[in-house]
């Protein structure tokens, strides 16, 4: 039986897209690759780097977090490659709740404004 998400992330301006390291996998280069019409090898020269022996997706400048993955549309706050995203971006949160959503929610009541984005500390 699968668990009902309590989470929205349509209301979320895209915490999990700021994490350091967004694992990328030879299946999500092959995935990306494929989405974007190019070989894999072009795929990780262009959209990834190595750090500490893992491929990850590189970032961009944010205004809310510093730094964001480079796929994030910073406007929408939604993801430019969703039926293409890196599995790790799949699963997340890989349960019914998300950590972020229920601080962000909290915060957003406390600070009486549905629209507050607390900004991550670096």
Not at 38 to 50: D, L, S
Not at 56 to 78: E, N, W
Request: hydrophobic share 25%; glycine share 4%; proline share 6%.
């Amino acid at each position: 039986m699968d668990v009902k998400p309590q989470y929205d992330c349509s209301k979320c301006p895209a915490y999990c897209c700021s994490y350091d390291r967004i694992i990328v996998s030879k299946r999500d280069l092959s995935r990306l690759a494929k989405h974007f019409g190019i070989t894999p090898e072009v795929a990780q020269r262009r959209f990834t780097k190595t750090v500490e022996g893992e491929q990850v997706l590189r970032h961009q400048k944010d205004k809310y977090y510093g730094s964001i993955c480079m796929f994030l549309d910073q406007k929408s706050r939604r993801c430019t490659i969703y039926e293409a995203r890196p599995g790790v971006c799949h699963e997340y949160p890989d349960r019914a709740r998300c950590g972020y959503y229920d601080f962000l929610k909290w915060e957003r009541r406390h600070q009486d404004n549905p629209d507050f984005v607390p900004l991550k500390k670096g």
